[in-house]
């Protein structure tokens, strides 16, 4: 049963920052379960009916929603073996995880972040959601004020070169223009996850960004966002 992440989570993070290597992990394996691994897997676990409930769908194994703590380092010129940071992604089930809309929670030693969002190169799904919003703006402007209204800032990177069509509303270009898109929570304190309330909060905020993971989830299910 998830209680609440505690300051060993941050010590052990801060531990393999600096002793990042085979040795020291596998002096401290067992460490890494009790303190890192565990609470992890206890916060999906508590999570995952919510999840299901927002989508029937989704992928709530521990296992395959946690970030491993091996980095792949082929094409990184960091070569440091171990990730000093972890991540949980809510997405649906055995579909490629690039380009495919997702929530997340992650910390970090620097910060914690939570949201919904889509990373990685998916132009059918982008293409699809520009015809969306020039068909039906007033959808997307009301999904913008929901997120704002529960804490959550749109961002993302942009097509430089992309145009709107005339007429479009402001509140509207940058999304029309994303190659990435996110909705991330906003003034997060850190000190929360520390609460045993933070399960409760993440939840709630997960299940606030509903229906923009309808939207994105129902482009997908249309075949339109697939990869070329």
Not at 182 to 191: L, S, T
Not at 217 to 228: C, Q, V
Request: proline share 6%.
């Amino acid at each position: 049963m998830f209680e609440s992440f505690n300051g060993d989570l941050l010590s052990f993070y801060a531990e393999i920052r600096f002793n990042n290597n085979k040795a020291f992990m596998d002096a401290h394996r067992q460490e890494y379960y009790r303190k890192v691994r565990d609470p992890f897997y206890a916060f999906i676990e508590a999570l995952a009916p919510v999840m299901l409930a927002i989508d029937g769908d989704m992928e709530v194994r521990a296992h395959k929603c946690l970030s491993r703590i091996n980095r792949d380092t082929r094409y990184s010129r960091d070569k440091s073996p171990y990730r000093d940071h972890h991540w949980v992604a809510f997405r649906q089930a055995a579909i490629p995880k690039d380009g495919m809309p997702f929530y997340w929670f992650e910390i970090r030693l620097e910060q914690v972040s939570w949201g919904l969002g889509v990373w990685g190169e998916n132009r059918n799904l982008f293409d699809a959601l520009r015809r969306r919003m020039e068909a039906q703006p007033e959808e997307m402007l009301r999904l913008l004020q929901l997120s704002n209204d529960h804490g959550f800032a749109a961002d993302g990177s942009r097509w430089k070169k992309l145009r709107p069509p005339n007429g479009l509303p402001a509140a509207l270009v940058p999304v029309y223009c994303a190659r990435s898109l996110y909705f991330e929570k906003q003034n997060i304190d850190p000190a929360w996850i520390f609460e045993p309330s933070i399960a409760d909060r993440v939840a709630a905020d997960f299940r606030a960004l509903a229906p923009v993971w309808r939207l994105l989830r129902g482009l997908s299910d249309l075949g339109e966002g697939t990869y070329d």
